[in-house]
């Protein structure tokens, strides 16, 4: 009996043991499709050269989540590696950013455009914020919309949420906003040039305190000719400059809220000061600055962030629901609209000011 009562333990345990232990999911079926997306983003920006690579990323990242085919594996299978772009690969982008900027090319500019730049970001920031706060819009989705249209677009929305610890409905929201109007900033902006009374160089400037993200701004200002991009791309590049002390600036109101006892971030640790992606930005500004890089790796950089940088987006666009957003869609395109008007307006006496 003792021996059939071995048997039966052994009989009732031997299947349970023979159960296979499940793992993390997998990261490659996402991953995959982000890669995809950016393959057919190019594809696109090939097509329709005035479409922005990073802006056709959003696009086709909002469509892959919402088609019938793709939508399942979109949400299921897919998302762990379409998070891991959203997030991981957004940051290494942000880091290969800096060496589009050097130190010279901003002190070129003078100090009465930097000041002006800072002017333009400032109003911009604070004024979204207090504006999306009495709209009554969840979560962090002001602060997220405001870094957006102040500093340069999907990329500062990225930095800041790794800091924040942001919902991903949130910052998927807040990139969709921010690339349309951008991408309608494409078409409106070469319009009002003659009527605004500015010249190329103006109309370039205007363009780089105004527009979002750095791809859009390269597609608006080269309606104006070869002088409105160049300085177009160089006031773009002072406004991201601003994206590492409003980062600083971000974790220490974290660390603020931590110590009040309001928390610090889903793993209960503060960030650090100056996050790892943010020193590494830093780090290549100064090597940009050096001049050490030939032009042939800088450009291969530029390629290299360029394809991370969408890569992200698309996963951060697959993150974005549409019959979610529509019930806040009309606060949303209310603040977005108000905020574009914001910077367009600041940004345009600025440029008066200061040449």
Do not use: N
């Amino acid at each position: 009996m003792a021996l059939l009562g071995e048997r039966a333990r052994t009989s009732t345990a031997a299947p349970a043991d023979r159960v296979p232990r499940s793992g993390p999911p997998s990261k490659l079926p996402g991953l995959a499709m982000a890669a995809l997306g950016v393959a057919a983003a190019s594809g696109v920006h090939l097509l329709v050269p005035g479409v922005p690579m990073l802006t056709a990323a959003v696009v086709l990242g909002i469509a892959v989540a919402h088609v019938p085919g793709t939508r399942g594996l979109v949400r299921g299978l897919a998302r762990p590696g379409l998070t891991l772009a959203g997030k991981r690969l957004m940051r290494l982008g942000i880091v290969l950013l800096g060496l589009k900027l050097s130190i010279g090319d901003v002190l070129g500019l003078g100090w009465a455009t930097v000041v002006m730049v800072f002017a333009v970001v400032a109003a911009t920031f604070f004024g979204t914020v207090w504006l999306g706060r009495k709209l009554g819009l969840r979560g962090d989705q002001p602060v997220l919309i405001a870094t957006g249209y102040s500093i340069c677009g999907a990329s500062a929305i990225g930095a800041v949420s790794e800091v924040r610890d942001s919902d991903e409905r949130d910052v998927a929201t807040s990139v969709a906003l921010v690339t349309l109007c951008g991408t309608l900033a494409i078409a409106v902006l070469p319009l009002l040039h003659a009527p605004l009374g500015l010249d190329d160089a103006q109309f370039g400037r205007w363009v780089g305190a105004g527009v979002h993200d750095v791809g859009q701004v390269v597609a608006t200002a080269q309606t104006a000719g070869p002088s409105a991009l160049g300085q177009a791309v160089l006031v773009k590049l002072v406004r991201v400059m601003m994206l590492a002390p409003l980062v600083a600036a971000m974790v220490v109101a974290v660390r603020r809220r931590a110590r009040a006892g309001e928390g610090s971030g889903a793993d209960g640790k503060r960030p650090p000061l100056v996050p790892l992606f943010v020193a590494g930005f830093l780090a290549m500004v100064v090597v940009r600055t050096t001049g050490w890089l030939p032009d042939a790796v800088l450009d291969g950089a530029g390629t290299v962030q360029e394809v991370l940088l969408a890569a992200a987006l698309f996963g951060l666009g697959s993150a974005v629901h549409l019959p979610s957003l529509a019930r806040t869609g009309g606060r949303v395109a209310a603040l977005g609209l108000c905020s574009w008007v914001v910077i367009a307006g600041v940004s345009y006496g600025g440029v008066l000011l200061t040449t």
